[in-house]
């Protein structure tokens, strides 16, 4: 595959552009692979990214029912941050955000990475105490973070309203080197990384039943046919426990839909991430000058993708007190992806009562941030059968045992 650089876009700008290759391939599916990944989400493209990457495993399939990257991938408010109290945790997100810091030049693709900061206020008592103790815990896994000031939080963001009646800034947890990247060319760069190692990407492909043998994986069911293979990696976001369920074990996981929204674009404002968890919302502002807002999830289990009024309402309105000039803004579009939800608000990377069958799902309403280090942790886990540091404390068995790792304050419904 051709390389993109500055040289390129200048030799194409000369030619109309004729010299372009498709990013990415759309094979029809051979019988047999050695791996199916099901779900071309972030997390699958990147397991298979890593499993060619780190370990020479090429004979891929990823297998999509949809468009690659149409899940919660193509919906989230793409913020990324690794400041997590639990060291499992904390280790997988920072692996994750170091991985983000280089990838447009690893993938040869703009992710649009831009660690422009990311800021959790504290409008009680409570956050103040609950950030200030994640900031220590931070120092001691070697994450960069700080507690800072209301000054300093006005400073940084000059559009909040550090003196709200109900709500007033109390100080922040900032962590300098968060931020976002481009949702969609994410999923995009790790596809055109894969298929230039000859994986197969399938989209329109929906996995419809899995097939075992003397409780072993030996394959799947498709709409376009029955396809063998040596070990699946299921990582497929909302739909885990559908797919689980056609492998015959069930799993300790929730689907909810979780909504967001974004204004029409406006001059850039704010160059910083700011999410309230008090309040109940979060924002940045995105190239395009869209605010790009995060709301709630639905209070109930569904499998829909929509977005809803009372969402926008509920959300707005609680923004509005700390960012006073968002009264004035026309929302422009709303909608929603379906989160897989687990207990204690950590994902699972595992094995499974499957032999080969490999579960990466539970990231919820915070997986964007951690693709790059789920998809390295994943290939390690597909490839040697075991997980290495980065999953081990994910296992599915933690439930059983009690091993819990409580992120429900660092994760909730905040990104
Ligand atoms: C509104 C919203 C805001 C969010 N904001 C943030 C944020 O700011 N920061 C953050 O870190 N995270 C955020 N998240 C969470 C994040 O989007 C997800 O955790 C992450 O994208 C999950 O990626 P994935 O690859 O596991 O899943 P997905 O991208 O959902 O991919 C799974 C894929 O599996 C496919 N699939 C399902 N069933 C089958 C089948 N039977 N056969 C074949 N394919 C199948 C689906 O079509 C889908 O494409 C947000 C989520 C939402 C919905």
Redesign the pocket.
Known sequence: MKKYSAFAVAREALRDHIGWERAWQSPEPRSKYDVII???????LATAYYLGKNYGIKNVAI????W?????????????RSNYLQDPSAAIYEKARSLYENLSQDLNYNIMFSPRGVMMLAQTQHEIRGYKRTAHANALQGVSTEFISPQKVKKLCPIINIEGPRYPVLGALWQPRGGTARHDAVAWGYARACSDMGMHIIQQ????GVNTMNGKAVGVETTKGTIVCEKIGI?????SG??ADMAGFRLPIESVA???LVSEPIKPCMDVVVMANTVHGYMSQSDKGEMVI??GADGYNNYSQRGSFHHVEETVRALVETFPIISRLKMLRW?????DMTGDRSPIISKTPVKNIFM??G?????????PGSGWAMAELIAKGEPGPLAEDFRVTRFREGQFIDESVAAGVA?
């Open positions: 099901i779900g071309a989400g972030g997390h699958g297998l999509e029912k949809g690659l990257g149409g899940g919660n991938t193509g919906r989230n408010t793409t913020i990324i492909c929906e996995v419809t990582v497929v976001a909302g739909h559908v797919l979780l909504q967001a995060g709301g909608w929603g992806g379906i989160v990466n799902c990231w919820g309403t915070g997986g964007f941030k951690a693709i990104h």
